[in-house]
């Protein structure tokens, strides 16, 4: 696989403030909006987006996509891929790098979500240089409405994606925030048609309806779907239902030559009109049903065929007023395409470094593309967005817009943390928009939002620590006291869902499940639980629970902050101190009080997509309190030992062993970190390089695993910076060695922050001496002043670890 970042040539010159004169006003704003940090303006060749390589995480399960897209934006054209199995693909969320077939290219997607199919992959367009002569819906194995294709012929760019396929035809598209562009160039001498799979979503579709407009050269429609995480076998059926409708129209250059529609296995030559959905099953109980419409064109004098395209979530005026405000008629594909590139330059110039190897460079550039993909905009250019109650509502007060897709169980851990502080503002929006849901759900805050959509995927209340660590961060452009008062209610108010066990153990309903028995046993009976394992349970919501309190705190309200503070302590009680003859572990208890037997530390009995060995560390509010149950600093920093080593002394950081670290998932990924609070902050700095050198890359198999909304690339963008976020709802940052010799960190009134670190690389992994702000420093963390203030961070670094610096027991991180 290539090591080499798949780019066009760099483009020398300056990051330009746009200015662009006869654009639309949505296409203007991508030029004109949010000016390019002063340091970002100067003169660099490549450009931040030239050093993105979109493929990366697209094999070796990272289920990242290729396609066009725009920081936080709504459409993401890319690949839907086939292994031969219309109602399947080849990864989630639609691209496999290992799949070089395709069916089309839909309009949405989500990054790197793990539940096969993935999330989305709506209107599947695919362009066909032959005649349509069956429906497309028949060719259940994909072998005659599909096409192959060489990596040789594609080109992933931030906001511009280009694929030749083996049928002859090339695809160029370009997007804007919530519309696209895009040139079909058929060969010669062959049919030119257009393939519009409106009911082909990744999962499948209740219905969907197709209209062919000859007058106009339209195609418009919709698909109702949903069903994220509807396949898996924890409790997916109950996800395999519908809550959102994608809106599309689609425009063109020319008239249509022959039009046609299909339902199921009928074609209707010359129809204009369509549709018909596919269920949620897989394999043969889907196979053969869905429907859609085609469009063919005279492509004599002019091969290639010019489409203007928009999307809503509310309707369809919505998706035709979208591509008006945002596109113009005389943009096209080089036009959206600048435009995108230097929007992903603005955001990407948020972080400027210096130095590094050219695929260091790359992996630490795409980590931050990736992580900056997400929240997605769900409100449209009139502010109006689908609640999660079912009907439209319009974004009021200060807010900007309404985003979605929150994967919260991931996210909170280090993503959300990477987006405060580089967008508070968009971060300010995304708090409102999970409030609006929430107040449109009955007050409940879901873990998991697709569209309008509580899906309830995975474990914990993600959003209590998502919003407390927001505003620890210094966001406020959100309803904070109605927000904390609702999250707070959700905490110790019972909500019937928490006593159902629909969709578990993976996708369960309560979001504080069975919150009764909770609050007076004071951790999660795993024998009356409703939820995925009462061990994780307890552990998720101590989290929680701690981020409210200092949430509380920094609101004045002191009987809530000693409140939740008092319930941030319960992962004591599902500590066991004598679970193994080696040690202590978390382990899931039953109702009476009983550990639940019989135990074993490498299995996932009471915990969720993770081991005992894993989630015993998940304790990032109290290490120190970890530490004296496991029998003080020195013996938890053995334990941690073990925990990243091999019995020979070797590093085991690659997943694989479920006694030992695991890269691939969220619950452990602070677990490098804790060396710090145990005294022994050298044992942090190689431990994270190691893992961020040998774990992530560039190239299709650069991520360990899902990335997760950005979860996992946050992750290596603040290990890059040698920082990392301490806990939920705090501001204070754990240090660690940089990977680049400086670095500077743009954010909003002045507060930067600069990292230098001459001669970092891969020689210096260690921190032996440190300067904050000029002043020699012995602690290895800050405890909020960078992110209040911002600040710089003079290192300088060894190749042989100081065992003496930030070691002092009263400087510890607390």
């Known amino acids: 696989m290539s090591t080499e970042p798949n780019r066009p040539a760099g483009r020398p010159g300056r990051l330009r403030r746009a200015l662009v004169l006869g654009l639309a006003p949505g296409l203007a704003l991508l030029l004109a909006t949010a000016p390019v940090p002063p340091s970002a303006e100067a003169a660099e060749s490549p450009s931040p987006a030239d050093l993105v390589d979109p493929l990366i995480g697209s094999a070796n399960g990272g289920n990242t996509y290729p396609g066009a897209v725009l920081p936080y934006g709504m459409l993401s054209w890319s690949p839907t891929s086939t292994k031969g199995d219309q109602t399947d693909t080849g990864a989630a969320n639609g691209y496999s ?16 979500a793990g539940c096969h199919p993935g999330a989305a992959g709506d209107v599947p367009i695919m362009p066909l240089a032959r005649e349509v002569t069956s429906s497309p819906s028949a060719d259940t194995k994909d072998e005659l409405y599909a096409s192959d294709f060489r990596h040789e012929r594609e080109r992933a760019r931030p906001g511009r994606y280009t694929l030749g396929l083996d049928s002859g035809v090339t695809s160029d598209l370009a997007v804007s925030r919530r519309s696209g562009v895009a040139d079909f160039t058929f060969p010669e001498d062959k049919p030119a048609n257009l393939l519009f799979r409106v009911s082909n979503s990744l999962n499948g579709s209740a219905d969907a309806r197709v209209r062919i407009d000859r007058a106009q050269r339209r195609v418009s429609g919709w698909v109702h779907t949903g069903a994220f995480c509807g396949r898996r076998a924890n409790g997916g059926e109950n996800n395999r239902k519908s809550y959102y409708r994608l809106y599309f129209t689609a425009t063109f250059d020319r008239p249509f030559s022959r039009t046609g529609t299909w339902k199921d296995d009928t074609l209707s030559p010359g129809s204009t009109r369509g549709g018909g959905g596919e269920g949620y099953d897989t394999g043969e109980n889907r196979a053969g049903k869905g429907s859609g419409g085609y469009v063919g064109f005279d492509t004599g004098e002019d ?55 050219p695929a260091r460079r790359t992996a630490f550039t795409t980590a931050l593309y990736h992580s900056l993909l997400q929240p997605n ?30 994967s919260g169980w991931d996210q909170y851990r280090a993503q959300v943390q990477l987006l405060a502080l580089l967008r508070p503002d968009v971060a300010g929006d995304f708090a409102q928009s999970l409030y609006n849901f929430a107040r449109q759900n009955g007050g409940v805050w879901d873990r998991w939002v697709h569209i309008n959509g509580p899906t309830h995927v995975m474990t914990g209340d993600p959003s209590a620590a998502t919003l407390a660590t927001f505003y620890a961060m210094g966001v406020r452009d959100f309803d904070v006291r109605g927000a904390f008062a609702s999250l707070a209610r959700q905490a110790t108010v019972p909500h019937p869902d928490g006593l159902s066990d629909a969709g578990c153990p993976g996708q369960c309903e309560g979001q504080r499940p069975h919150l009764q028995a909770y609050l007076a046993k004071r951790y999660a009976p795993q024998d009356d639980c409703h939820c995925w394992g009462g061990a994780a349970e307890t552990l998720e919501a101590s989290v929680a629970d701690s981020a409210l309190s200092h949430w509380a705190r920094m609101l004045g309200r002191d009987a809530d902050a000693r409140r939740f503070a008092q319930r941030a302590t319960y992962w004591r009680n599902v500590y066991d101190p004598k679970a193994t003859e080696q ?51 020195e013996k938890a920093a053995q334990r941690l030992d073990d925990f990243f080593h091999n019995p020979d002394g070797s590093w085991s950081v690659g997943g694989g062993d479920p006694l030992r670290y695991d890269p691939t998932n969220e619950p452990g990924i602070h677990i490098p970190w804790l060396y710090n609070a145990l005294g022994q902050p050298w044992k942090t700095q190689e431990t994270v390089r190691q893992i961020a050198d040998t774990q992530y890359g560039t190239g299709p198999s650069g991520l360990p695993g899902n990335d997760d909304l950005g979860t996992m690339s946050a992750w290596y963008v603040f290990a890059s910076l040698g920082l990392f976020p301490q806990q939920p709802g705090s501001p204070a940052l754990l240090l660690s060695a940089p990977a680049f010799p400086h670095a500077v960190v743009h954010r909003p009134g002045g507060r930067d922050i600069t990292v230098r670190a001459p001669g970092a690389g891969e020689r210096r992994p260690y921190v032996d001496a440190l300067r904050v702000n000029g002043t020699p420093s012995d602690r290895s963390w800050d405890s909020g002043r960078l992110i209040r203030s911002g600040g710089t961070l003079d290192h300088r670094l060894a190749e042989r670890p100081n065992k003496e610096w930030g070691t002092d027991p009263g400087q510890l991180p607390r």
């Open 583 to 633: 040690g202590g572990y978390a382990r899931a208890r039953n109702a009476d009080g009983s550990w639940v037997a019989p135990f074993d530390p490498a299995a996932d009995l009471g915990f969720a997509q993770g081991t005992s060995a894993t989630y015993t560390w998940m304790v990032p509010q109290d290490v120190a309190g970890l530490a004296r149950k496991m029998g003080g600093r």
């Open 97 to 112: 790098y290992d799949t070089q077939r395709i069916r089309g290219l839909s309009l949405t997607h989500v990054n790197g």
């Open 377 to 406: 905009l769900v409100s449209d250019v009139d502010g109006r967005y689908p609640g999660m109650d079912g009907r439209p509502h319009r974004v009021r007060g200060g807010q900007r817009a309404q985003y979605t897709n929150f």
């Open 303 to 357: 091969r290639t065929v010019h489409m203007r395209l928009g999307i809503s979530y509310v309707s369809q005026a919505g998706a035709e007023a979208n591509l008006r405000a945002e596109i113009p008629r005389g943009a096209g594909v080089e036009t959206v395409a600048q435009a995108g590139t230097r929007a992903w330059n603005r955001e990407l110039g948020r972080i400027r470094t210096e130095g590094g190897t």
